[in-house]
């Protein structure tokens, strides 16, 4: 029966589940951030569980492959980044990643937007910025957050 499962856990399909799969996670976070399925699916343990899960599955496959240490190399200039991530496997690791990330991030934009009470129009540019452009995203719900707060908090 895992054999079977494992027909079909490659690591395009994995790919494409995932992607597809984050943006239920978005579009609540967008379009009902106080709302209690928001708060079970979201702000919880889920997602994370569910993208790690992928995340831990694709390692095993690269440490069954003997594989897992090369990705040490990224670490000593591009063209070995460049290397590292041609590999599918890895470049899949590096994007389940990014989802975890920036999930987690999302999610605590709207978390805090709600404490601030900042326009949910407002937080939701950020959020979509936070989904397409990451750290554009933080930066722009930063300045938001500064106004709305009317203090400069670099510890939070």
Not at 60 to 86: Q, R
Not at 124 to 150: D, E, H, N, Q
Request: charged content about 10%; glycine content about 4%.
């Amino acid at each position: 029966m895992i054999n079977n499962l494992q027909l079909y856990l490659t690591t395009e399909n994995i790919y494409l589940a995932t992607n597809w799969g984050v943006i239920p996670f978005w579009l609540l976070l967008i379009l009902a951030p106080n709302n209690s399925l928001t708060k079970l699916l979201v702000n919880s343990i889920i997602a994370p569980l569910i993208l790690g899960s992928a995340y831990v599955f694709i390692a095993y496959k690269l440490f069954l492959d003997g594989l897992i240490f090369e990705s040490f190399n990224l670490y000593f200039g591009l063209a070995n980044l460049y290397t590292v991530y041609s590999n599918e496997d890895f470049l899949l690791i590096f994007w389940l990643h990014f989802l975890s990330i920036s999930l987690f991030v999302g999610s605590w934009i709207a978390r805090d937007s709600l404490r601030y009470n900042i326009p949910k129009f407002l937080a939701s540019i950020c959020l979509i910025m936070t989904y397409f452009t990451g750290p554009v995203g933080i930066i722009l719900y930063w300045l938001i957050r500064t106004f709305f707060a009317k203090k400069i908090n670099l510890d939070e």
